[in-house]
């Protein structure tokens, strides 16, 4: 089965305008854009066929085209990444049989992540949507939890069934997890992690779809799925000892970079 990458970007973001031009520092002193840092993230993924950048903002587009990567222009009218993953493609011939959303402000997403979904994707043509989830350790949890104290919206966590179903994905900290933050001597709480893989039918399906009311208060578009009763499956993957935080807040740039230097890239 064909796979490609695609990263959605768009420039008025709520929380961080202009956030994909961003500059991040790596372990060099060298600053490279967030734009520039996700599509290297999407080339060090092995068994991909194609990676392109979906955006509606000409300054995107130059600064892709500056570093050498392939840009689709796409709908200011796109709601959220998804729609813009589902119109980018609309134009491509062969359509591939799989469709990978990264997000581009994840430029910090092992490759092994995505790879892993596009395995689970490939084992079983049921599985319509996959997207991963990684168990939270105690600096993780208390990151988010610091997050929601002082009233910034950070990442986002998910709780699934045993057949790996989702049940719900939220902003806020879910499960409550109290004052010993485990069960059993496990922490209970999964990070989201933004990336999805798709059927091309499914995306199309999507389009047609109405937010729903859960879409529209989280502000998470991978609710509307749930709320029109279109199972979306979490591949719960392992860090393998790399830390992983997305660019959701100006405040995050330091913890960004932190992690690019920790791994050593320029």
Known sequence: MT???????????????????????????????????SWE??????????????????????EVERFG?????????????????????????????IVVNLQGDAPLTPPWFIEE??????????????TPVLRCDALALDGFLEDRSAGRVGATTAVFGRDGRALYFSKEVIPFT????????????FHHVGVYAYRPVTLAAYLAMQPGPLERIEGLEQLRFLEHGIPVHCIEVSSRGARFWELNNPEDTARVEAVLTERGMP
């Open 41 to 62: 993230a999407a080339q060090a993924v092995a068994g991909i066929d194609g990676c392109l950048v979906a955006t509606d903002d000409t300054r995107i587009a130059d």
């Open 69 to 97: 990567g392939r840009v689709v222009m796409t709908s200011p009218d796109c709601a959220n990444g998804t729609e813009r993953c589902a119109e980018a493609i609309r134009g491509l011939h062969p359509a591939p049989e």
């Open 117 to 130: 979904l596009v395995l689970a994707m490939r084992a079983d043509p049921a599985v319509l949507v996959a």
């Open 3 to 37: 796979a490609i990458i695609v990263i959605p970007a768009r420039y008025a973001s709520t929380r961080f305008p202009g956030k994909a031009l961003a500059p991040l520092r790596g372990a060099t002193g060298l600053d490279k854009t967030l734009i520039e840092r």
């Open 178 to 189: 109290g004052p010993t933050r485990t069960l059993d001597g496990i922490c209970p709480v």
